[in-house]
């Protein structure tokens, strides 16, 4: 159930390029606070997914140490590779963000009854 309002709401944020609940509040704001708070979030959501890289990598590491096999021919901790660099490229991406200008909604706040899918 928790999974099908995420994938909802991953839904209505990537691909159908409709206003989420969570757009609302900046849209409120004036354009330096904005601004300021598009650096923030931006800011911490590159050091959260700095530290996930940090954990996979130590995830790895203990996976290194005591290996099993995911498939025949490869090692189990081969496929988590993905985490650290996965995580360290989410990082960088929020972090280069973070400069970026906050992208502008234009328009008033949609009414609730065509926000929700």
Known sequence: MIAQQVRA?????LVEDRPSPLD????????????????ISQFATAVICGYL????????????????????????WIPMLAFPFGFGL??????????AVPPE???????????AP
């Open 105 to 115: 909604h234009e328009g008033p706040l949609p009414p609730d009854n065509e926000a």
């Open 53 to 76: 890289a940090w954990y996979g990598w130590g995830m790895l590491q203990m996976e290194r140490e005591a290996p099993s096999t995911f498939i025949e021919g490869v090692s189990s």
């Open 24 to 39: 609302a509040l900046p849209r409120l704001f004036p354009p330096l606070l904005r601004r300021i708070a598009w650096a």
């Open 90 to 99: 989410l990082s960088l991406r929020f972090a280069i963000a973070a400069f």
């Open 9 to 13: 709401v991953l839904g209505q944020v």
